[in-house]
Protein backbone atom coordinates (compact mmCIF):
# COMPACT_ATOMS: atom_id res chain seq x y z
CA UNK A 1 0.00 0.00 0.00
CA UNK A 2 1.67 3.77 -0.79
CA UNK A 3 2.04 5.88 1.74
CA UNK A 4 -0.72 7.93 0.43
CA UNK A 5 -3.50 5.44 0.68
CA UNK A 6 -2.01 4.23 3.97
CA UNK A 7 -2.55 8.07 5.06
CA UNK A 8 -5.67 8.18 4.02
CA UNK A 9 -6.81 5.41 6.01
CA UNK A 10 -5.52 7.07 8.98
CA UNK A 11 -7.35 9.84 7.95
CA UNK A 12 -10.66 7.66 7.14
CA UNK A 13 -10.39 6.18 10.65
CA UNK A 14 -9.85 10.07 12.19
CA UNK A 15 -12.93 10.83 10.42
CA UNK A 16 -15.41 8.06 11.46
CA UNK A 17 -14.08 8.87 15.48
CA UNK A 18 -14.47 12.66 15.57
CA UNK A 19 -18.67 11.52 14.78
CA UNK A 20 -18.40 9.83 18.80
CA UNK A 21 -15.82 11.68 20.52
CA UNK A 22 -17.31 14.33 22.14
CA UNK A 23 -13.68 15.42 24.03
CA UNK A 24 -12.47 15.45 20.26
CA UNK A 25 -14.94 17.16 18.36
CA UNK A 26 -14.26 20.08 21.19
CA UNK A 27 -10.74 20.25 20.84
CA UNK A 28 -11.09 20.64 17.00
CA UNK A 29 -14.11 22.94 16.73
CA UNK A 30 -13.39 26.00 15.16
CA UNK A 31 -9.86 24.48 13.71
CA UNK A 32 -9.25 25.72 10.01
CA UNK A 33 -5.38 24.49 9.12
CA UNK A 34 -3.54 23.01 6.23
CA UNK A 35 -1.37 20.29 6.55
CA UNK A 36 1.89 19.36 4.47
CA UNK A 37 3.42 16.77 5.00
CA UNK A 38 6.87 16.94 3.51
CA UNK A 39 8.54 12.80 2.66
CA UNK A 40 12.52 13.22 2.71
CA UNK A 41 13.80 9.63 1.13
CA UNK A 42 16.62 9.12 -1.20
CA UNK A 43 14.71 9.24 -4.35
CA UNK A 44 14.05 12.78 -3.72
CA UNK A 45 11.35 14.69 -1.53
CA UNK A 46 7.53 14.63 -2.25
CA UNK A 47 4.82 16.60 -0.68
CA UNK A 48 1.40 15.45 0.36
CA UNK A 49 -1.32 17.64 2.17
CA UNK A 50 -4.52 17.72 3.85
CA UNK A 51 -7.01 20.29 5.47
CA UNK A 52 -8.74 19.96 8.79
CA UNK A 53 -12.06 22.02 8.51
CA UNK A 54 -15.56 21.70 10.27
CA UNK A 55 -13.66 18.75 12.66
CA UNK A 56 -13.16 16.60 9.65
CA UNK A 57 -9.80 16.00 7.63
CA UNK A 58 -10.12 16.14 3.84
CA UNK A 59 -8.62 13.59 1.23
CA UNK A 60 -5.10 13.51 1.34
CA UNK A 61 -3.28 15.29 -2.20
CA UNK A 62 0.10 14.97 -3.68
CA UNK A 63 1.99 18.08 -4.06
CA UNK A 64 2.94 20.49 -1.49
CA UNK A 65 1.46 23.91 -0.12
CA UNK A 66 2.43 27.41 -0.57
CA UNK A 67 2.22 28.21 3.14
CA UNK A 68 0.94 25.27 5.22
CA UNK A 69 -0.32 25.94 8.82
CA UNK A 70 1.74 22.73 10.02
CA UNK A 71 4.36 20.95 8.37
CA UNK A 72 5.10 17.44 8.91
CA UNK A 73 8.85 16.55 8.20
CA UNK A 74 10.22 13.09 8.01
CA UNK A 75 10.60 10.08 5.20
CA UNK A 76 8.69 7.28 4.21
CA UNK A 77 9.29 4.36 6.46
CA UNK A 78 9.15 6.58 9.15
CA UNK A 79 5.75 7.16 8.83
CA UNK A 80 4.82 4.05 8.17
CA UNK A 81 6.46 2.94 11.44
CA UNK A 82 4.70 5.81 13.28
CA UNK A 83 1.33 4.83 12.12
CA UNK A 84 1.69 0.76 13.03
CA UNK A 85 2.95 1.83 16.41
CA UNK A 86 6.80 0.84 15.85
CA UNK A 87 7.92 3.82 16.21
CA UNK A 88 7.25 6.33 19.11
CA UNK A 89 5.80 9.89 18.54
CA UNK A 90 8.55 11.08 20.66
CA UNK A 91 11.16 8.93 19.63
CA UNK A 92 10.67 9.85 16.34
CA UNK A 93 11.43 13.51 17.14
CA UNK A 94 14.26 13.17 19.61
CA UNK A 95 15.73 11.20 17.07
CA UNK A 96 15.28 13.61 14.26
CA UNK A 97 12.99 11.22 12.33
CA UNK A 98 9.98 13.24 12.85
CA UNK A 99 10.14 17.26 12.81
CA UNK A 100 7.25 19.40 12.15
CA UNK A 101 6.74 23.52 12.00
CA UNK A 102 3.58 25.15 13.26
CA UNK A 103 2.12 28.40 12.95
CA UNK A 104 0.46 27.59 16.42
CA UNK A 105 2.13 24.81 19.02
CA UNK A 106 -0.97 23.92 20.13
CA UNK A 107 -1.98 22.84 16.62
CA UNK A 108 1.14 19.94 16.85
CA UNK A 109 -1.10 18.67 20.29
CA UNK A 110 -3.97 19.09 18.47
CA UNK A 111 -3.00 16.86 15.51
CA UNK A 112 -1.53 14.38 17.86
CA UNK A 113 -5.39 13.17 17.58
CA UNK A 114 -5.20 12.09 14.34
CA UNK A 115 -2.14 9.51 14.83
Given at each position: MSIQQTLQ?????FNERIKTDDKLQSELKG???????ELNDPDGTRYLHFFVRN????SIEKGGLEDPDINIISNEDSIQKLISGDLRPMK???TGKLKIKAKNTEDIFRLRKLF
Open positions: DLINRMDRSVQIMTASAWA
